[in-house]
């Protein structure tokens, strides 16, 4: 107990200390203090204390050992102690920032210093929610000062510090507070650890594993689109001839049995099924002779105009209306004029079955990063979250004439342009694919 008494007894002293200072020389200053609610003069453990302007100079007798030069050397002491926290403050391996009640700065140690490039001196006293806060953080940052203010401590906290320079920092904070003898909250302490450049090496990290699965997925594709031209190669044409037959007989029949319709329904369906298979082979005929692009420069800007006035036809016979958001300028890019088309077209094509009563067929494009892209935009029916991982895979179709290898071919032709397509798709509102290639050196 007598520890924490001298210890307070010291605060107390430092204060009067402060107080003389600005007294005039002539007055004379008398101080009295009550500890446990008792006040008692002259003695060892009463802290009163008389001051008297001398010639000038001012005397001040210690109430331990009443020699005039009693409290200088106390403050001596105290100036020492401050000297030995600050330091330590400083060498500590964490932000350490003290505010007041409002918010102002009252300390700011060597860390914060490093941290924000400025020095104590440009912070002291100002407002740290004016000065280092970015602007969508304060009133967040508001709330877990005031709960502080009301006694809620300690507590953490993430949040962004603002450098000298304008670059953010990302910040976590531990917060207590100081409290007079009241227990109410006099200044607020944060502790903090800067996570700006472990939060970059992660965002490094989780950018070379997502590349990684990319190449991954994309030679995973590759494999079976290698599989697939094998197969087909071996047995389209031993299916296709039999079913050309089976179509051309049809055909026959359907005319001569005209007047019965129970005949006529089931020739009808046998020629149903024949042309869908035909359909399905022809398609992966154009998959077989998947050839290498021929990649010459060129503008894309000229392409999408042709998509355009292929596509507007079929649009307008849909009650589709087709916008175009095509930029006037872009940079020339490296594709095969044809192949990069029959995407487009697909692409659109898929985009106006999917908006079975009608609306709108968006053509944009522009550039992101160092690619240039194209999108096919469509207000239809979307895609549900369970079929978006199965886009593009053989024969994974939802139509009943579909054939499922549309997005197949599309999305080995742009592969094979090192280029990439993005879908964004929600059911009932509509779906976005949007074809990414490199710009040409
Ligand atoms: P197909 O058109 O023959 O069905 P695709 O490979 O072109 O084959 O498309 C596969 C499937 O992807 C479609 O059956 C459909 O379910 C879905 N799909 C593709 N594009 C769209 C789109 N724009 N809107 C909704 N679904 C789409
Ligand atoms: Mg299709």
């Not at 009067?16 to 002259?42: A, D, F, L, P």
């Not at 140690?109 to 020095?119: D, I, L, M, R, V």
């Not at 026959?252 to 009808?268: A, F, M, P, S, W």
């Not at 095509?326 to 908006?355: H, R, S, T, W, Y």
């Amino acid at each position: 107990m007598q520890i924490l008494y001298q210890t307070k007894i010291m605060k107390e002293l430092s204060d009067i200390c402060q107080n003389i200072s600005v007294k005039t020389m002539e007055e004379e200053v008398s101080v009295k203090y009550k500890i446990k609610g008792e006040t008692k003069e002259n003695s060892k453990s009463c802290l009163t204390c008389d001051c008297h302007g001398v010639q000038g100079k001012l005397k001040v007798c210690c109430p331990f050992c009443n020699k005039p030069d009693g409290l200088s050397r106390i403050h001596k002491v105290l100036e020492g102690k401050c000297q030995l926290l600050a330091s330590v403050l400083d060498t500590v391996n964490a932000l350490v920032v003290v505010l007041d009640k409002e918010g102002k700065i009252i300390e700011f140690n060597k860390s914060c210093e490093k941290a924000t490039g400025y020095c104590f001196n440009e912070v002291k006293g100002r407002n740290i929610f004016d000065l280092l806060l970015v602007s969508e953080e304060v009133d967040s940052v508001k709330v877990a000062f005031n709960k502080i203010k009301n006694g809620y401590f300690p507590n953490e906290n993430e949040n962004y510090w603002l450098t000298k320079q304008g670059l953010k920092r990302r910040i976590t904070w531990s917060n207590t507070a100081l409290t007079d003898t009241q227990g109410k909250v006099q200044y607020i302490i944060a502790t903090g650890k800067d996570l700006t450049d472990q939060r970059a090496a992660e965002d490094e990290l989780q950018n070379a594993i997502h590349q990684y699965l990319r190449i991954k997925n994309s030679l995973k594709e590759s494999e079976k689109l290698a599989a697939i031209g094998l197969m087909s190669a071996g047995i389209t044409h031993e299916i296709k001839n039999p079913l050309t037959v089976i179509q051309g007989f049809a055909q026959l029949i359907k005319k001569n049995v005209e007047g019965e319709r129970v005949l006529q329904d089931y020739i009808t369906t046998i020629l149903e099924e024949t042309n869908q298979a035909i359909r399905i082979i022809n398609d992966f005929l154009k998959l077989a002779r998947f050839r290498e692009p021929v990649l010459t420069k060129q503008s894309v800007v000229k392409l999408m105009g042709e998509v355009r006035a292929s596509i507007e036809p079929q649009a307008l016979a849909n009650n589709i209306t087709l916008e175009y958001k095509g930029a006037d300028i872009l940079p020339e890019c490296m594709f095969d004029k044809q192949q990069l088309k029959q995407v487009l077209i697909n692409l659109c094509q898929n985009a106006i079955e999917a908006m079975t009563d009608g609306g709108i067929l968006t053509l944009s494009s522009g550039s992101h990063c160092n690619d240039t892209f194209i999108e096919i935009k469509d207000t239809g029916r979307g895609i549900p979250c369970e079929s978006l991982n199965k886009l593009g895979l053989p024969f994974f179709t939802t139509k009943e004439h579909g054939t499922g290898l549309g997005l197949n071919i599309c999305y080995a032709i742009i592969s094979a342009h090192n280029g990439r397509i993005e879908v964004d798709s929600r059911e009932g509102q509509g779906s976005s694919f949007r074809v990414y290639l490199p710009v040409s050196a």
